[in-house]
Protein backbone atom coordinates (compact mmCIF):
# COMPACT_ATOMS: atom_id res chain seq x y z
CA UNK A 1 0.00 0.00 0.00
CA UNK A 2 1.37 3.21 -1.00
CA UNK A 3 0.51 6.32 1.54
CA UNK A 4 0.41 9.75 -0.43
CA UNK A 5 1.86 12.58 1.42
CA UNK A 6 -0.10 16.04 1.39
CA UNK A 7 1.80 18.93 -0.45
CA UNK A 8 2.96 21.83 2.47
CA UNK A 9 3.00 24.96 0.92
CA UNK A 10 5.35 27.71 2.24
CA UNK A 11 4.52 31.40 1.92
CA UNK A 12 6.02 32.27 -0.92
CA UNK A 13 4.77 29.12 -3.16
CA UNK A 14 1.10 30.04 -1.39
CA UNK A 15 1.80 33.85 -2.59
CA UNK A 16 3.05 32.41 -5.87
CA UNK A 17 0.06 30.36 -6.76
CA UNK A 18 -2.58 33.79 -5.91
CA UNK A 19 -0.23 35.98 -8.05
CA UNK A 20 -0.78 33.63 -10.90
CA UNK A 21 -4.57 33.27 -10.46
CA UNK A 22 -4.69 30.10 -9.55
CA UNK A 23 -7.13 31.06 -6.91
CA UNK A 24 -10.29 32.78 -7.72
CA UNK A 25 -11.14 35.82 -6.00
CA UNK A 26 -14.10 33.98 -4.61
CA UNK A 27 -12.15 31.22 -3.03
CA UNK A 28 -12.58 31.37 0.86
CA UNK A 29 -9.39 29.80 1.37
CA UNK A 30 -5.89 30.11 3.74
CA UNK A 31 -3.02 28.75 4.41
CA UNK A 32 -2.67 26.84 7.75
CA UNK A 33 0.39 25.06 8.87
CA UNK A 34 1.66 24.58 5.29
CA UNK A 35 -2.05 23.32 4.01
CA UNK A 36 -4.59 25.79 1.77
CA UNK A 37 -7.66 25.09 3.81
CA UNK A 38 -11.59 25.84 2.33
CA UNK A 39 -13.21 28.11 4.77
CA UNK A 40 -16.41 27.72 6.37
CA UNK A 41 -19.42 29.00 4.66
CA UNK A 42 -20.87 31.55 6.41
CA UNK A 43 -24.96 32.08 7.86
CA UNK A 44 -27.04 34.61 8.39
CA UNK A 45 -25.91 35.28 11.90
CA UNK A 46 -22.20 35.18 11.24
CA UNK A 47 -22.93 37.88 8.46
CA UNK A 48 -24.66 39.91 10.63
CA UNK A 49 -22.13 39.63 13.95
CA UNK A 50 -19.36 41.04 11.31
CA UNK A 51 -21.99 44.12 10.12
CA UNK A 52 -22.40 44.86 13.88
CA UNK A 53 -19.04 44.30 15.01
CA UNK A 54 -17.02 46.14 12.39
CA UNK A 55 -19.90 48.94 13.30
CA UNK A 56 -19.56 49.02 16.42
CA UNK A 57 -15.05 49.01 16.66
CA UNK A 58 -14.67 51.66 13.48
CA UNK A 59 -16.43 53.93 16.42
CA UNK A 60 -14.97 53.12 19.11
CA UNK A 61 -11.39 52.74 17.82
CA UNK A 62 -11.29 55.84 15.53
CA UNK A 63 -7.75 56.15 14.93
CA UNK A 64 -6.47 54.31 17.81
CA UNK A 65 -5.27 51.23 15.84
CA UNK A 66 -6.07 50.09 12.54
CA UNK A 67 -8.94 47.38 11.95
CA UNK A 68 -8.75 44.88 9.33
CA UNK A 69 -11.80 42.43 7.82
CA UNK A 70 -11.39 38.96 6.69
CA UNK A 71 -7.46 40.17 5.92
CA UNK A 72 -4.47 37.97 5.74
CA UNK A 73 -1.64 37.71 8.78
CA UNK A 74 1.01 36.36 8.34
CA UNK A 75 2.77 33.57 11.16
CA UNK A 76 5.54 32.17 10.04
CA UNK A 77 6.63 29.95 8.56
CA UNK A 78 3.80 28.49 6.89
CA UNK A 79 0.83 29.91 8.17
CA UNK A 80 -1.40 32.64 6.70
CA UNK A 81 -5.31 32.84 8.31
CA UNK A 82 -7.68 35.83 7.47
CA UNK A 83 -9.63 36.04 10.37
CA UNK A 84 -12.60 37.99 10.68
CA UNK A 85 -11.52 41.09 12.47
CA UNK A 86 -7.71 41.66 13.52
CA UNK A 87 -6.85 45.18 15.05
CA UNK A 88 -3.62 46.54 13.99
CA UNK A 89 -0.92 48.58 14.97
CA UNK A 90 -1.33 51.91 12.85
CA UNK A 91 1.64 51.91 10.56
CA UNK A 92 1.87 54.78 8.05
CA UNK A 93 1.76 52.92 4.27
CA UNK A 94 -1.53 51.20 5.66
CA UNK A 95 0.59 47.31 4.95
CA UNK A 96 0.42 48.08 1.38
CA UNK A 97 4.35 46.84 1.74
CA UNK A 98 3.33 43.69 3.81
CA UNK A 99 0.75 41.93 5.74
CA UNK A 100 0.71 42.34 9.31
CA UNK A 101 2.67 39.86 11.15
CA UNK A 102 2.29 38.41 14.65
CA UNK A 103 4.29 41.53 16.06
CA UNK A 104 1.89 43.90 14.51
CA UNK A 105 -0.93 42.59 15.64
CA UNK A 106 -3.09 43.75 18.89
CA UNK A 107 -6.21 41.54 19.13
CA UNK A 108 -7.44 38.61 16.50
CA UNK A 109 -11.22 37.90 16.36
CA UNK A 110 -12.81 35.00 15.36
CA UNK A 111 -17.21 34.84 14.57
CA UNK A 112 -17.87 31.22 14.80
CA UNK A 113 -20.97 29.26 14.09
CA UNK A 114 -19.95 25.84 12.09
CA UNK A 115 -16.25 26.93 12.47
CA UNK A 116 -16.20 26.73 16.56
CA UNK A 117 -14.07 23.43 16.69
CA UNK A 118 -12.27 24.75 14.08
CA UNK A 119 -11.33 28.25 15.79
CA UNK A 120 -10.87 26.44 19.13
CA UNK A 121 -8.75 23.97 18.29
CA UNK A 122 -7.03 24.35 15.51
CA UNK A 123 -7.04 28.39 15.29
CA UNK A 124 -6.42 29.04 19.12
CA UNK A 125 -2.78 27.05 19.52
CA UNK A 126 -1.56 28.57 16.30
CA UNK A 127 -2.49 32.06 17.33
CA UNK A 128 -0.92 31.32 20.59
CA UNK A 129 2.27 29.99 19.22
CA UNK A 130 2.31 33.12 16.84
CA UNK A 131 2.55 34.89 19.97
CA UNK A 132 -0.70 36.44 19.61
CA UNK A 133 -1.41 37.94 22.91
CA UNK A 134 -5.11 38.32 22.42
CA UNK A 135 -7.95 36.17 20.65
CA UNK A 136 -11.43 36.43 20.85
CA UNK A 137 -14.18 33.79 19.92
CA UNK A 138 -17.40 35.17 19.50
CA UNK A 139 -19.30 31.91 20.07
CA UNK A 140 -22.64 31.97 18.35
CA UNK A 141 -23.54 28.66 19.31
CA UNK A 142 -23.51 29.47 22.47
CA UNK A 143 -24.32 32.86 22.40
CA UNK A 144 -20.99 34.53 24.30
CA UNK A 145 -17.48 35.97 23.80
CA UNK A 146 -14.27 33.60 24.79
CA UNK A 147 -11.41 35.78 25.52
CA UNK A 148 -8.06 34.49 25.19
CA UNK A 149 -4.87 35.72 26.64
CA UNK A 150 -1.07 34.96 28.04
CA UNK A 151 -0.30 33.12 25.28
CA UNK A 152 1.98 29.72 26.40
CA UNK A 153 3.38 26.28 25.81
CA UNK A 154 2.69 23.40 28.12
CA UNK A 155 5.12 20.80 29.36
CA UNK A 156 3.80 18.54 26.34
CA UNK A 157 4.74 21.12 23.55
CA UNK A 158 1.30 22.15 23.01
CA UNK A 159 0.30 26.00 22.49
CA UNK A 160 -2.31 26.80 24.12
CA UNK A 161 -3.14 30.86 26.46
CA UNK A 162 -2.96 30.29 30.28
CA UNK A 163 -5.86 33.33 31.04
CA UNK A 164 -9.95 32.17 29.58
CA UNK A 165 -12.64 34.72 30.37
CA UNK A 166 -16.10 34.11 28.96
CA UNK A 167 -18.60 37.61 28.87
CA UNK A 168 -22.23 36.96 27.93
CA UNK A 169 -24.19 39.31 25.74
CA UNK A 170 -25.63 41.72 28.05
CA UNK A 171 -22.31 42.94 29.16
CA UNK A 172 -19.48 44.76 28.25
CA UNK A 173 -15.63 44.20 27.67
CA UNK A 174 -12.49 46.30 28.09
CA UNK A 175 -10.69 46.09 24.27
CA UNK A 176 -7.14 44.75 25.15
CA UNK A 177 -4.72 47.30 24.87
CA UNK A 178 -6.95 49.93 24.96
CA UNK A 179 -8.42 50.19 29.12
CA UNK A 180 -10.54 53.53 27.58
CA UNK A 181 -12.24 51.57 25.28
CA UNK A 182 -14.90 49.09 25.80
CA UNK A 183 -17.10 47.16 23.78
CA UNK A 184 -21.19 46.71 24.83
CA UNK A 185 -21.89 43.31 23.70
CA UNK A 186 -25.45 43.64 23.11
CA UNK A 187 -24.76 45.74 19.91
CA UNK A 188 -23.21 42.95 18.55
CA UNK A 189 -24.08 39.67 19.35
CA UNK A 190 -27.26 38.97 16.51
CA UNK A 191 -30.58 39.12 18.23
CA UNK A 192 -34.46 39.49 17.00
CA UNK A 193 -34.81 41.57 20.03
CA UNK A 194 -31.42 43.73 19.38
Not at 12 to 34: C, M, P, Q, V
Not at 59 to 81: D, M, N, W, Y
Not at 109 to 125: A, F, N
Request: a negative charge; charged letters at 25%.
Amino acid sequence: MVIASVKQFSLAEYHRLTEIGFFSEDDRIELIGGQIIQMAAKGTAHEVCITRLNRELLKILGECATLRVQSPIVLHPASEPEPDFTIVQNRFDDYLSAHPDSADVLLVVEISDSSIDYDQEVKLPLYAEAGINYYWIFNLVEQRLETYSEPLQDLQGKFDYAAKRIFLPNKTVVLPCFPDLSLDLFKVFPSIFS
